[in-house]
């Protein structure tokens, strides 16, 4: 039996932790570590996270000061001894099939995905056999243009040698599509996914949660990783021009917010606007959003 390792980074979820932890620590598939990494949470989270150590063996806890959700996997990573790797979030709920339905994708390719549910109650409890394998380039272009799948971590099942031979790791200091970088560099090295639709995993969407603070870091966070994907050498056509326009899209995105903060220098917004306008960016656009963008121009 393959072991698997659990990474969760947890930072101030106290209200949420128990559930999140007595979900894994239930699972059906047994042959599990659970590596949790105390991001410098300021509540109770350090508590219940070394109780739960405390009570089982196959916990292991870090205690590291607050340095991001990307430093904290990566962590993580470094740390596990297990033969795939799985990313829960501290706040989330998963079903006790989770692992085992995860596992059985990968066997039979190099990544596993599963669905998922804003609703605890269309948690699945049952096995669902009904797999289906993908070309890698299909699912990655329905990942990069959020169609499908998402960039989501906690959904897929990753095979560990392949993050340690490629010495694949979390971009530090990035708190928004960090894990959309992670997949997409991972997804380089593979050729097919194993996908089942049947929801195992229970995402928790809170207001105040980093994915949901809209502030000109996030879109400046984001523009990096737009910037690293496309640095990526993808063999999809179709996959690098999805990248290009989301990237150009989160440029004017981060142009208009900027302007809004009396940040965004007359340079800067030339400089800005020449980019958009040699790559034809407005050609792309609905007329609404073309007159919005005409607007802003002048």
Same mark, same amino acid.
């Given at each position: ?121 269309? *948690? %699945?409890?049952?096995?669902?056999? +009904? &797999?289906?394998? $993908?070309?890698?380039? =299909?699912?990655?272009?329905?990942? !990069? #243009? ?117 940040? *965004? %220098?007359?340079?800067?917004?030339? +400089? &800005?606007?020449? $980019?958009?306008?040699? =790559?034809?960016?407005?050609?792309? !656009? #609905? ?12």
């Amino acid at each position: 039996m393959k072991k698997v390792s659990v990474i969760i980074p947890v930072y101030n979820v106290q209200e949420y932790l128990k559930e999140c932890l007595e979900s894994i620590i239930n699972q059906t598939y047994k042959k599990i570590e659970i590596i949790i990494i105390n991001d410098g949470s300021t509540d109770d989270s350090g508590s219940i996270c070394k109780l739960y150590q405390q009570k089982n063996k196959n916990i292991i806890y870090i205690d590291s000061k607050n340095e991001g959700v990307s430093i904290a996997r990566n962590k993580g990573i470094a740390s596990a001894t297990g033969d795939y790797l799985v990313f829960v979030d501290a706040d989330d709920v998963v079903s006790k099939n989770y692992i085992e339905m995860l596992v059985m994708l990968i066997k039979k390719s190099q990544m596993g995905i599963i669905g998922y549910t804003n609703d605890k109650l269309n *948690l %699945s409890i049952k096995v669902d056999h +009904n &797999i289906r394998l $993908e070309k890698k380039d =299909n699912v990655l272009y329905q990942i !990069l #243009s959020g169609n499908k799948y998402e960039g989501y971590l906690w959904n897929k099942i990753f095979d560990y040698r392949i993050i340690k031979k490629e010495k694949i790791k979390f971009q530090e200091k990035i708190s928004v599509w960090e894990d959309l970088l992670f997949v997409a560099e991972y997804m380089q090295r593979i050729n097919t996914c194993a996908i089942i639709d049947s929801s195992y995993y229970f995402y928790r969407s809170r207001a105040n949660s980093a994915v949901n603070k809209i502030d000109l870091k996030k879109t400046e966070d984001k523009l990096n990783i737009a910037k690293k994907l496309l640095q990526i050498e993808f063999m999809n056509s179709e996959c690098m021009e999805v990248v290009r326009l989301r990237y150009f899209g989160i440029l004017y995105e981060y142009a208009i917010r900027k302007g809004k903060l009396g940040l *965004l %220098s007359k340079e800067e917004k030339r +400089n &800005i606007l020449n $980019e958009l306008n040699e =790559n034809r960016y407005i050609d792309k !656009l #609905s007329w609404k959003e073309k007159i919005k963008f005409i607007i802003w121009k002048l």
